[in-house]
């Protein structure tokens, strides 16, 4: 067990690293900047909040974790705050996030929740997604927390916490994404699963044997140390497991999970890989056909990030919808679908969000059945799916590390010398630059030490010249991205 300096129960308040609360969660290195005193005082903090926000004289809050080696100790000391602030705990103990999300709506009374998580980050990072009443609890919710602990402003108290199950009624809600779908249809489908050693690995193979179909999974035994490749489906290295077990058993297509499962991602039957926005638009599509218009002529609304693809917007707008652009971050896209009122929403790194027949989370197992319902309904592979979306030349997100200091620095630099120019992008989420080209983008990430960019055009060479346009303007704040990025 990894300690801080100091008590676990502080007297005179606790004071997180600087670099712990960040824009959408809680994250940080497990022995240097995250410790179990973090832990005991973010419990501490979160229960005051929901205490005094309840009508119930102990609230409840559900609690989960993830896989990490780390994350049973930081569950336990969270749970110890919890309880010390007169909070009724609910744990479920390992569980993907989307699992802990749905106990957060399912169960009874239930008024907040944590998950113990690292997502997809390395091994020994961890940290807390928190949702309150429903909604995500982020930015300057996550700084009152930080203010709350550094002056103790917590309410006592001795709350008890109970072990549950949740895991059947959540494997249940899964399955009821496809009770639209084809039964001879779906009895046929051939898929492939990679958990990545992730915390979905016991829901997943619980799943897989109540599903029709065939169904093979990589990788399912929770290990954090992640010792077959990374959990992180949106980069192309760690999905070679699964496009090799797609290739060798001739399969209809493959999902992975992050370390958490609320991301996904899709390779088609060919091993070509389906890029969140693709994915989003693929649904899109299927959903809002089957919608139908809303009392009173409105259109549903369908929920992208300011990284995807402009084909993704359009295909949207084709298939009935109003497309609504949202900045980056899951929840950004959670707050800005609560605000429009939209079915679905999604992220080019694999968030996808389902208020259609569902609770409206991110939930990447959910999108892996609802993939299979779409095949099923619609009588057309992935691979013929993915033919059908008009063809550009995109980038992937090129993600590059940059001094921390720099980080937001540089996206403020860009933009002055746009302006100079006499150009506009649109600023919901750093700079996005449309032009004859096409269009870029160039942002600073909110959980990590680092710029993304991307670049999408009708043409390569038009794809080239706004990625030139992209490094040349790093070169004048005195960043080169290196070539592998």
């Known amino acids: 067990m990894v300690l801080a300096p ?3 129960h502080p007297r005179g308040g606790h004071v997180f690293d600087a670099s712990l609360l960040r824009a959408y969660d809680v994250r940080g290195v497990y022995g240097a900047t995250l410790f179990e005193a973090d832990a005991y005082a973010m419990g501490r903090s979160f229960g005051s909040v929901v205490r005094r926000r309840s009508s119930f004289e102990t609230p409840k809050v559900v609690v989960g974790r993830d896989g ?5 100790q930081l569950e336990q ?3 110890e705050g919890l309880c010390e602030s007169g909070v009724a705990v609910i744990r479920i103990g390992l569980a993907p996030s989307p699992m802990l ?7 009874e009374d239930v008024e907040g929740g944590i998950e ?3 997502s997809h980050n390395p091994p020994d990072h961890n940290g807390f997604k928190i949702v309150l009443g429903g909604r995500p609890f982020f930015g300057a919710d996550l700084a009152q927390l930080g203010d709350m602990a550094a002056r103790a402003d917590w309410m006592e108290g ?10 059947p009624d959540y494997i249940a809600a899964l399955r009821g994404g496809l009770c639209q779908a084809d039964p001879d249809a779906l009895a046929r489908l051939r898929v492939a699963w990679d958990v990545g050693n992730g915390a979905a690995g016991p829901i997943v193979e619980s799943l897989c044997r109540q599903l029709p179909g065939t169904h093979h999974v990589l990788h399912p035994c929770v290990d954090g140390r992640f010792p077959n490749h990374h959990p992180d489906p949106t980069l192309p290295e760690n999905l070679t497991d699964l496009q090799a ?3 060798a058993k001739s399969l209809d297509f493959g999902v992975a999970f992050d370390g958490d499962a609320d991301r996904i991602g899709v390779v088609d039957g060919e091993g070509r890989i389906v890029w969140g926005d693709q994915l989003l638009a693929l649904l899109a599509r299927d959903i809002l056909a089957h919608h139908g218009e809303r009392g009173g002529g409105m259109r549903p609304s369908v929920v992208g990030d300011v990284k995807m693809s402009a084909t993704t917007f359009a295909q949207i707008e ?6 609504v652009m949202a900045p980056s971050g899951h929840s950004h896209i959670k707050s800005t679908m609560k605000a429009t009122g939209a079915i679905l929403g999604g992220e080019m790194s694999g968030h996808l969000f389902f208020a259609d027949r569902y609770f409206g989370f991110d939930d990447g197992i959910y999108a892996a059945v609802r993939m299979m319902a779409l095949v099923a309904q619609v009588g057309r592979s992935v691979a013929d799916l993915l033919d059908s979306l008009p063809r550009t030349f995109a980038t992937p997100e090129l993600r590059f590390a940059v001094p921390p200091a720099r980080r937001t620095a540089v996206v403020a630099e860009v933009g002055e010398r746009l302006a100079q120019e006499g150009l506009v992008p649109v600023t919901l989420d750093g700079l996005r630059l449309d032009g004859p080209d096409g269009w870029w983008l160039l942002r600073a990430s909110n959980t990590q030490d680092m710029l993304t960019a991307r670049a999408e055009s009708t043409s390569e060479e038009g794809l080239a010249r706004l990625v030139g346009q992209i490094d040349a303007q790093l070169a004048l704040s005195g960043i080169v991205r290196p070539r592998e990025a």
């Not at 990490?68 to 049973?72: A, D, E, G, T, V």
């Not at 999300?101 to 169960?107: G, H, P, T, V």
């Not at 001795?158 to 895991?167: L, S």
Request: proline share 8%; charged share 15%.
């Open 318 to 323: 084709a298939a009935g919808g109003v497309p």
């Open 158 to 167: 001795m709350g008890a916490a109970e072990g549950r199950d949740v895991a």
């Open 77 to 79: 000391a969270l749970v």
């Open 116 to 118: 113990v998580t690292g």
């Open 6 to 8: 100091g008590p676990l």
């Open 245 to 247: 077990l797609v290739a």
């Open 68 to 72: 990490r080696l780390s994350s049973p």
């Open 101 to 107: 999300y749905f106990a957060e709506r399912s169960l």
